[in-house]
């Protein structure tokens, strides 16, 4: 049984999402906590930039919950780099735990069930669950350089440049609660297509709603909001698409990626990265949570294994998703 | 606090290890699982070697704890390699839930830390904790090109050609129970050099080491054995300095890196990467426990987190390291 039930309400203590250029444009803007214009904010590399929103995310998340660094014991984070870099080089700032995850763009539903896990069970009093994207950062490590200026496929998405963090624990107030998760399961349909992430992860994310669906004996109909992590626009649609193939018709249904870049001409088919949903969780759908606009919600982050060496030795891109059941207090 | 308590009794319930061609020149040999004998263990390239020594221990593992893929609701790893390729592709092959791990060289110990908490707290009913690494995929990925046949520095280890796995539950005869764990901190003593992975892990391995003492109100001679991951001959030694400095004797100590390839001239600072303390751990140590020839161990494996392009980019290397109590039944 891959669905997990949590019973001693382990509550999202406190959020903070940064974002950066694109996202300033957002019409989701006003609701980010912290934004920055420019690729770099102030430092000398992209990769230090993604670093400071990282911690810059964590701190927020920590101060929004009305708690000290002290009060953490363990943070669970990872990001799209090699060796998870902006994740392990803010963990050194902290004097927490560090338990490093990688399960691409789905690490902000993976850190977040991992963290449900611990406190649920009484292992961690407080624990961080955040992630983060830049896309030069991701442009540098995945695609080409940027100085090529290579033009886009329809299906290409834009990496987010933003970060996102929550604290989870038992005690206080909360921001909403942690119901019930759902692990995914690696799926892969054989896309090897680098520059469709969308097409990749949909089989992954529909086998993940739909077991939590079945494992929870609940109808799409009695969430408020399911919202996928980074399909974008072409992959949202393939996934209701085929959800209707499955008998699932999926009317309260959104995803972050095909969401945050609404009306960008430049990002036609919407945004991908781990930060891209981890903004819209932690800054917007949580703040709608807090108000009761929404009471229940099923926040799936889908993330696509892309491995620049394995797509070179000719392997397919394989998807994973984790699902997140989400409530208001 | 960092420190872990499990109150349930959560097992090892099966375990396996994979080694390649210098780990069957082991004096520990006679205790690995699978070996074989050149880089390619029949596949085209190295990744895909790795990656079937990979699912090699975990259908082992599987096995060796009398279950089928079917009884297992979980994958818990992680490997060395740029997006955890060995792992998640791996996982691709399962039909469980992947929760994805990186924390370099401590992925072992990782790995079985959280599916001690899933296990412990009810929350899975097995679980697998895997890691590997290879040499040449290592060296690939994080050194120069073999064919340019560098020479290694005094202090350079030799990564291990090998992978782990232990299947955790809690029902079953099981071969030694989980007992506590302390979630490991990023330490960074400003450490540059790429080729000193056993200094750049020692002050994590040690802080650490002395903070599951501490929490858990225990000494050094309480254990039959403190085993570090993959220190090294070197980082063993600076260790053992180190706690000497702090007040600490280890008598019953030894790291997994430093005694795989004793006795090997290729080899003078000895192995490191995740797969040399996961085949110790679960070909050897766990042998010993099943035995009773050792009662209670306290298993330390480190992780060096090193990224070429943060080493380019000038910074130091951090280490993260992870402890878990193994005592027999």
């Excluded at 690490?107 to 069930?113: C, I």
């Excluded at 030069?136 to 080409?144: E, I, K, L």
């Excluded at 200026?149 to 921001?175: F, H």
């Excluded at 799926?187 to 469709?196: E, H, L, M, P, R």
Aim: proline letters at 3%.
């Amino acid at each position: 049984m891959r669905t997990i039930f949590f019973h001693n309400e382990p509550k999202i203590l406190g959020s903070f999402g940064v974002g950066g250029k694109d996202e300033s444009k957002s019409p989701y803007c006003k609701h980010f906590d912290t934004l920055f214009n420019d690729d770099y904010w102030g430092e000398d590399t992209f990769e230090l930039c993604e670093r400071k929103m990282y911690i810059n995310a964590v701190q927020g998340a920590i101060g929004s919950a009305g708690l000290n660094k002290s009060d953490i014991d363990i943070l669970f984070g990872g990001d799209l780099l090699n060796q998870i870099i902006s994740a392990s080089y803010s963990a050194r700032e902290m004097e927490t735990g560090f338990l490093g995850l990688y399960g691409a763009c789905s690490a902000m539903a993976e850190s977040l069930l991992i963290s449900g896990v611990f406190i649920d069970g009484g292992y961690a009093k407080n624990c961080i669950a955040a992630t983060s994207s830049h896309f030069a950062t991701a442009q540098r490590q995945f695609r080409t350089p940027l100085g090529l200026g290579s033009t886009d496929t329809p299906t290409a998405q834009i990496t987010a440049t933003a970060a996102g963090a929550c604290v989870v624990g038992l005690s206080g107030a909360g921001i909403a609660k942690v119901s019930s998760a759902t692990v995914g399961r690696v799926v892969d349909f054989g896309i090897t297509d680098a520059t469709n992430m969308g097409a990749a992860m949909v089989p992954a994310a529909l086998e993940t709603v739909i077991t939590h669906l079945e494992n929870t004996n609940t109808k799409p109909e009695n969430y408020d909001l399911i919202v996928t992590g980074d399909l974008g626009i072409f992959g949202r649609d393939l996934f209701l698409d085929n959800a209707k193939k499955l008998g699932y018709v999926f009317e309260n249904y959104t995803d972050c990626g095909a969401e945050i870049y609404k009306g960008n001409k430049n990002a036609p088919c919407g945004a991908s990265g781990c930060g891209c949903s981890a903004l819209m969780l932690c800054s917007y759908y949580l703040d709608l949570l807090k108000k009761r606009e929404l009471k229940k919600i099923l926040f799936c982050a889908t993330g696509a294994l892309m491995s620049p060496l394995s797509t070179f030795q000719g392997e397919s891109i394989p998807g994973v998703a984790h699902a997140v059941c989400l409530e208001a207090i």
